[in-house]
């Protein structure tokens, strides 16, 4: 979703290798230097000069939603500023925006920063549209997609055959974690900004906290609008900030009040039930529990062992058009250890599912059996023609040595031109529209 240069100018990395994290961190940056205002008398001054340079840095990066976090984060240093404003600062202030404003003008930013106001921008479509089945896919999948699975699970199973843009997350850190992991971590997940907020709330004597919390906002709508929260570097000033709070509380003993903690939890909860309910309003065709990915209405009457060096990366995509055309139902199981009770169904086993034991179990009790380029020997589960149903699929051009040792066992269906990898595999089901 990101690219280093925006009409031959180059868009501000700092060596993140995406502009979008790199906006998150001067955004936060940003914010942070104004705690140099709280410590001496010409602090203040300091702190303008050090947020007008990072300023100009920002508009390089031209990160729309760096821009938006900064703006947010801003809103309770303005809020807990000590009143009057000296004439003065007001004008340096005034000053440091222009110099950030001539920037913006001298660097062409208003265009980038501007698309998707006056015309479509497809980085914002896209978003949208990931976004907008984040709650479905949550629902899907009660206990989680599994870190570092949301882009290839939206990709599979969510996003319309029409696109092909790849993506590892889905654009935004917090419904990333969030569709990965189960309910209660979601909620657990919630919470801890909840918490955090809170913590950094500032009251009475301690109108400082104002910097913390803009600190933290601006990292948390940064987070919002890209998965930039999985880089390191963008906690170490948020996480020096709560250090700082959590010191001032327990040195003080100053605590927020035990009612005020219903507020983060209540809205954990608010929040997980608004997204359940979003998640439910259309019917899913998907549907995962553990290690088993269910394709359909009803009971499977196939189920898939997948492994990528056959079947790719796409497969959840082919499903989708299968189960589109027909009524079947199918089953995917991502570990051979969590394969369901079999009552004569149809199991179609690709390359080298693990464990490998528990193929010959699998194997014994499934109506029918399709070995799909195989990289495990009949003698490893127990092959017993007698008691197995088993059909062979191998490519004409597969390097499995296996494949060779099953040759002698059974009849194999050679598929022409074809190695390993079967960019057709859904001959191998039994599909009606066969190519």
């Given amino acids: ?3 280093l240069h925006f009409h031959g100018i180059w868009r501000m990395d700092w060596g993140l290798g995406n502009p979008n994290k790199t906006g998150a961190l001067i955004a936060i940056l940003m914010v942070a230097v104004w705690m140099l205002s709280l410590w001496r008398k010409g602090g203040f001054w300091v702190a303008l000069a050090l947020f007008t340079g ?3 840095c920002l508009i390089h990066t031209m990160s729309r939603g760096a821009l938006i976090a900064l703006s947010a984060g801003l809103i309770p240093l303005l809020l807990a500023a000590p009143r009057p404003w000296g004439r003065g600062k007001i004008m340096g202030a005034v000053a440091a925006i222009w110099v950030i404003v001539g920037a913006s003008v001298y660097l062409n930013a208003g265009e980038r920063l501007g698309q998707g106001i006056v015309q479509e921008d497809r980085s914002i479509t896209n978003r949208f549209q990931i976004w907008k089945v984040a709650p479905r896919m949550m629902v899907d999948a009660p206990g989680g997609w599994g870190i570092g699975s949301s882009g290839a699970a939206y990709m599979q199973w969510y996003q319309p055959l029409s696109g092909h843009e790849n993506y590892r997350t889905l654009v935004n850190s917090h419904l990333t974690w ?3 992991l189960g309910w209660p971590l979601r909620v657990a997940y919630l919470f801890g900004w909840g918490a955090v907020f809170l913590l950094c709330w500032p009251r009475g004597t301690g109108r400082w906290l104002a910097v913390p919390l803009g600190i933290w906002m601006t990292f948390f709508v940064a987070a919002a609008f890209s998965s930039v929260a999985e880089s390191p570097w963008l906690w170490i000033a948020p996480g020096v900030a709560l250090i700082a709070v959590l010191g001032y509380r327990i040195r003080g003993q100053i605590w927020p009040p035990g009612k005020l903690w219903l507020i983060p939890i209540g809205a954990s909860f608010l929040i997980c039930g608004i997204l359940a309910v979003l998640g439910t309003r259309h019917l899913s065709m998907v549907h ?3 290690g088993v990915i269910v ?4 009971k499977p009457q196939v189920w898939i062992l997948p492994d990528p060096k056959v079947m790719g990366t796409q497969w959840g995509r082919a499903l989708r058009q299968l189960v589109k055309k027909s009524p079947e139902c199918v089953g ?9 009770s079999l009552q004569n169904e149809h199991v179609v086993i690709s390359g080298s599912p693990l464990p490998v034991g528990k193929l010959a179990e699998v194997m014994a009790t499934a109506g029918k059996v399709t070995l799909v380029n195989p990289r495990f020997y009949p003698q490893e ?3 017993d023609p007698a008691r197995m149903n088993v059909e062979l699929v191998i490519g004409e051009f597969s390097d499995s040595p296996a494949a060779a040792v099953w040759k002698e066992k059974l009849p194999a269906k050679i598929l022409p031109g074809v190695g390993d990898y079967l960019p057709d595999w859904k001959v191998v089901m039994g599909n009606p529209e066969k190519p």
């Fill in 54 to 56: 990072l300023g100009i």
């Fill in 288 to 290: 995962k529990q553990g």
């Fill in 381 to 383: 589960v127990g092959f």
């Fill in 295 to 298: 394709c359909g209405a009803g």
């Fill in 332 to 340: 995917v199981v991502l570990d051979a250890g969590k394969m369901p």
């Fill in 178 to 180: 969030m569709v990965e």
């Fill in 1 to 3: 979703m990101s690219d």
